[in-house]
């Protein structure tokens, strides 16, 4: 809201009036398989429920390199704030036996009764490279841009590298109202294995070779270069490396259930517990997906402490897990 408020063009817009007859995308609404419609707000309870994981366990804990498991631990945890829920005391913490210890680079120890790991099945990767320039040369009410060859099929880049460009053939051009906020932008979208190679390149070599592309697109030698370049760098994150799973032809989605099951140890059930996207057979590479896969895996642990804990134990729930 700060930067709109700076925005000249967007305060004369709103004085006037105009703002309001710019047309905004519609909203978008879930639907459960139980019929009923999801609440709005569920994005942003998503959001929300991340954040506050973040701020009990910190956001800087390390890579993990190892996990432990069906073995007993028992140094407490480092906590950098203990979630108002769980109020066990430093001295119970440290008589704790735990049957897993998962150990990051930085040499930190995170000790588990369970721990519901990501794991990846076969992991795509896509990428978009975010070209901004100081005026639009494309017309002012498109939003998307699409590069159709008519007389040439792109040979595969895995036997000529230079193909690659021929492969990015779809651009986005952010809203009206956008557009006031963030300037001139046009996003181009690179599949899989384009996506691979372009993060790869260098800003000047992309900028040069998207702006020779256009030229020839548009028919016009004055196509300017953009004046800043972002590409996404999924694949070489090393915490991320790729965009979502994907199932190879062939594979059948029950290796997404194999892969949601849990590995069992000989004194503690339900030690490693998978979730994220890939888990998730009818819902993979979606942030839904991933949202339901952590409540699948909490309920799993859920059913797992009704069975076990005796109803006239005074340890309540909250403080096992
Ligand atoms: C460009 C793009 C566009 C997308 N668009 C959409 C969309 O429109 N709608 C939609 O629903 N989905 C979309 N997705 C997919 C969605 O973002 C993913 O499916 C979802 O984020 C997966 O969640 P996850 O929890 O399974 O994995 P992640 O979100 O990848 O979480 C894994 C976490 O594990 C951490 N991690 C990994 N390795 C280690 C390690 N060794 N040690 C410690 N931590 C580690 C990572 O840092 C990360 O925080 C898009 C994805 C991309 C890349």
């Given at each position: 809201m700060g930067r709109q408020k700076k925005n000249p063009v967007y305060c004369l817009l709103k004085k006037s009036g105009h703002l309001n007859q710019i047309p905004e995308m519609g909203k978008e609404t879930f639907y459960s398989n139980k019929g009923h419609k999801?609440?709005?707000?569920?994005?942003?309870?998503?959001?929300?429920?991340?954040?506050?994981?973040?701020?009990?366990?910190?956001?800087?804990?390390?890579?993990i390199s190892k996990i432990k498991w069906d073995g007993s631990f028992s140094v407490a945890p480092p906590h950098n704030e203990p979630l108002p829920t769980h109020t066990e005391s430093a001295s119970q913490e440290k008589a704790r036996q735990y049957p897993v210890c998962v150990i990051c680079e930085n040499g930190e120890e995170i000790l588990a009764d369970h721990v519901i790991v990501i794991d990846k099945l076969c992991f795509g990767n896509i990428a978009k490279i975010f070209l901004e320039y100081e005026e639009a040369f494309w017309e002012n009410d498109v939003g998307s841009i699409s590069l159709i060859y008519e007389d040439?099929?792109?040979?595969?880049?895995?036997?000529?590298?230079?193909?690659?460009?021929?492969?990015v053939q779809s651009f986005s051009v952010p809203r009206p109202k956008e557009r006031l906020m963030f300037g001139h932008i046009l996003i181009g979208w690179c599949p899989a294995d384009i996506a691979d190679l372009v993060e790869t390149m260098t800003d000047g070599e992309l900028s040069t070779a998207i702006t020779d592309h256009l030229k020839m697109f548009f028919g016009r030698s004055n196509i300017p270069q953009p004046k800043s370049i972002l590409c996404t760098k999924w694949r070489s994150n090393k915490f991320i490396k790729g965009s979502y799973a994907f199932l190879p032809v062939g594979v059948d989605g029950q290796v997404m259930d194999t892969l949601a099951q849990p590995l069992v140890g000989s004194r503690h059930p339900d030690q490693i517990l998978f979730a994220g996207e890939a888990t998730m057979k009818t819902l993979y590479g979606t942030v839904q997906g991933a949202l339901l896969s952590g409540h699948r895996?909490?309920?799993?642990?859920?059913?797992?402490?009704k069975k076990t804990v005796a109803p006239t134990s005074t340890t309540s729930l909250d403080k096992q897990v």
């Open positions: 999801l609440d709005a707000n569920f994005a942003r309870c998503a959001y929300e429920a991340g954040e506050e994981i973040i701020r009990y366990r910190g956001s800087n804990t390390g890579r040439d099929t792109p040979a595969s880049v895995s036997t000529n590298k230079m193909q690659w460009l021929k492969y895996e909490a309920d799993r642990l859920a059913a797992h402490y």
